[in-house]
């Protein structure tokens, strides 16, 4: 380390002994300054190198998945920021350790040696740390859930904003934040994971046509499939799929539809907005 901050700071010392500079800067200001740009000529390349790695790691497997473009830009999100906030880490590790020996002449060596001893000591402290860092680097590698997906976590449900080294951070559709660390991650629900479900239920009253009913609903589903707007979104229309319960007063239909993932919402609510309209119009009754 020492001699690579040597090799830089030299002729950085010429030019300014060229220039009749050597005055306003010191050796303590020259290695300062030798440490803290090879930390950012480091930091820049790493970014640029982890970045490619990523890229390439990435659309070389999609070429064997059926993964959409939007799972790989999420999966790309999610593996660059984790892997940027690992290299943050060694950069400023780099850096804390030459100004320490370089600028306050701190002998690292027996720090090294004495490392067993010290990680023992602090290994009861960090247990719960390295267990989110791996617990993190798990749920990356398993893909199990990705920045952009909407999970149910821990009786929390909304829109993963980060994962990093030691917690996932979602915001609900309250717009609160959620903290978890990775290591709490015990059963977690991705629901825009490969593809959703449009599903919602209507009551109809008992005396309405239930034959019709399910007749203008198929053919609302096919209609909104076939729309430049949605056909992206559908995978199979909406339709009319089971009775889910009769009373005396009503009987309860259940309408599905498979989607693209996190369309579902959308589709569904559409759908229940033009079966609507279209009971209005043929005199079909909703159960009050």
């Known amino acids: 380390m020492a001699q690579q901050i040597k090799d830089f700071t030299g002729p950085l010392q010429s030019f300014l002994e060229h220039y009749h500079l050597q005055h ?5 200001v020259l290695t300062v300054l030798g440490i803290s740009i090879t930390a950012v000529i480091l930091y820049i390349l790493g970014r640029w190198l982890l970045r490619q790695l ?24 999610t593996l660059k920021a984790l892997f940027m906030n690992i290299w943050r880490i060694c950069v400023l590790a780099y850096f804390i350790g030459a100004m320490l020996s370089q600028v306050f002449h701190i002998d690292l060596a027996p720090l090294f040696a004495s490392a067993s001893v010290l990680g023992v000591a602090i290994g009861f402290g960090t247990q719960s740390l390295i ?14 859930y990705r920045v952009g997906d909407i999970i149910e976590l821990n009786n929390a449900t909304g829109t993963v904003e980060r994962i990093g080294i030691r917690s996932t951070i979602i915001r609900d559709n309250t717009g609160a934040v959620h903290y978890f660390p990775n290591g709490t991650v015990a059963h977690v629900v991705n ?19 239930m034959n019709a009913a399910i007749a203008i609903i198929k053919q609302l589903g096919e209609a909104l499939a076939k729309e430049p707007e949605w056909h992206n979104k559908i995978i199979t229309p909406p339709a009319f799929a089971y009775i889910d319960n009769i009373d005396s007063d009503s009987v309860e239909i259940v309408i ?24 209005q119009e043929e005199k079909i009754t909703l159960a009050s």
């Open 24 to 28: 306003i800067f010191n050796d303590t």
């Open 54 to 77: 990523v890229n390439h790691a990435i659309y070389s497997t999609a070429k064997y998945h059926d993964w959409r473009k939007s799972d790989i830009k999420k999966r790309e999100t």
């Open 131 to 144: 267990k989110d860092f791996l617990s993190g680097v798990f749920i990356v590698a398993e893909n199990q």
């Open 191 to 209: 629901k825009t994971m490969g593809y959703g479900m449009a599903r919602f239920s209507l009551k109809l009253a008992a005396e309405s046509d």
């Open 256 to 279: 599905t539809g498979k989607t693209q993932a996190a369309d579902q919402w959308a589709v569904a609510a559409e759908m229940r907005r033009r079966i609507l309209k279209a009971f």
